[in-house]
């Protein structure tokens, strides 16, 4: 088993046998599934590269467009806590 280490800001550099296995590219996406066993990567297919936006990643790009009123941003958290 391979070690990698966290930094200060909890972010880690993948190994590039890492980056190969889940065939990432630069801005490329993960998704993450956690499991009783651990934590699941795999690879976001390009196709489905709108995915992110429908989690929290959406609000992220919110205020290029339009701002979210407290409430819409409150209930959309609740609503993501609850699927965890």
């Known amino acids: 088993m391979h070690i990698i280490q966290v930094n200060d800001k909890h972010q880690l550099t993948l190994p590039y046998e890492v980056i190969q296995s889940l065939q990432l ?3 490329g996406y993960i998704e993450y599934e956690i499991t009783p066993n651990g934590v699941f990567f795999r690879h976001l297919d390009a196709n489905k590269k ?3 936006e429908n989690g929290i990643l959406r ?7 339009s701002y979210l009123s407290a409430a ?5 958290i609740s609503q993501q806590r609850d699927q965890w």
Do not use: L, Q, V, Y
Request: glycine residues 6%; proline residues 11%; without cysteine.
């Open 25 to 27: 590219s630069p801005n």
């Open 72 to 76: 819409e941003a409150d209930a959309f």
């Open 50 to 52: 709108n995915a992110p």
């Open 59 to 65: 609000f992220a790009k919110a205020g290029r467009k």
